[in-house]
C-alpha cells in the first residue's frame, strides 16, 4: 500500500455512496442492532442463509443472534452499511471479525449482504471498512470458512489475496494478510468509495 501506514480507528461512521448512486451509511454493530440483526437474517434468501450460516434454518437461535450484536471493537469488530435513501435507513450488509483470543493477532472472518444489493460493491466497501478497523486494533491476519460452492465468496475473498489453507470436505478454509488485502482493496478500479474510506482511517 502506498504512503504511510498510519490510521485512526475513532471513527463511528463513514457517509459514503454506491456507484450507482445509493448513499449509504457503513457504521460500527451496537448492542441495540440486535432486532435489525435477526431481521436482516431472515430476509436473505435461503440460498444466501445458508451460504452465510451453514444451516438451512430460517431462523438462527438466540444465542447467535446475541452473538453477531455483542462487538465490542477488540475481540469482536463489526460494521454494517445502512441505506440511507429508503424510508427508516434499513440495514442491507454486515461483517464481523471475532478474534481468536485478546492478544491473538489473528481473527475469524465473515460478511453477509441482503440480496437485492448483490453486484454493487457492497461486500468490498464493507471489507475495507472493517479490515481498516481491524488493523488499527492490531489484527493482522484472518481466518475465512466458506462453503466450497459458494462461488462469490470465493471470487471475492481471492481478489483480496486470501489464499487457500484447509480444503478437505464441504467447507474451505482460507487464510488471509489484512495489510495485502487492504493494498489489494485500494488497487481496485472500483468501487468508487474504496478511496473515501480509507480516506476517512486515515490519520491527520
Known amino acids: 500500500m502506498s504512503g504511510s501506514w498510519s490510521f485512526q480507528n475513532q471513527l463511528g461512521s463513514v457517509n459514503a455512496r454506491l456507484d450507482n448512486g ?7 454493530v ?3 442492532d440486535l432486532g435489525e440483526i435477526e431481521k436482516g437474517i431472515s430476509q436473505l434468501s435461503d440460498q444466501s442463509r445458508y451460504l452465510r450460516f451453514f444451516s438451512g434454518s430460517k431462523t438462527m437461535p438466540p444465542t447467535v443472534v446475541e452473538r453477531l450484536a455483542s462487538a465490542d471493537g477488540i475481540t469482536h469488530l463489526a460494521w454494517g452499511v445502512i ?5 427508516g435507513h434499513p440495514p442491507i450488509a454486515a461483517a464481523h471479525v471475532f478474534r481468536e483470543a485478546e492478544s491473538s493477532d489473528t481473527g475469524e472472518f465473515a460478511i453477509a449482504v441482503l440480496d437485492p444489493y448483490h ?6 466497501i464493507l471489507m475495507t471498512a472493517l479490515l481498516l478497523d ?4 492490531g489484527l493482522r491476519q484472518l481466518r475465512i470458512d466458506i462453503l466450497r460452492d459458494n462461488k462469490k465468496a470465493y471470487r471475492l475473498i481471492r481478489s483480496v489475496g486470501a489464499t487457500p489453507s484447509v480444503m478437505e470436505g ?11 488485502a487492504i493494498s489489494a482493496l485500494q488497487a481496485m478500479d472500483r468501487p468508487n468509495a474504496i478511496p473515501d474510506i480509507i480516506d476517512a482511517f486515515s490519520a491527520g
Do not use: F
Open 83 to 87: 441505506n440511507m435513501d429508503e424510508e
Open 30 to 32: 451496537r448492542q441495540s
Open 134 to 137: 481491524c488493523y488499527c486494533e
Open 119 to 124: 453486484g454493487l460493491g457492497v461486500a468490498r
Open 170 to 180: 464441504s467447507v474451505a478454509q482460507y487464510n488471509l494478510v489484512i495489510k495485502d
Open 22 to 28: 445509493t448513499r449509504i451509511c457503513l457504521r460500527r
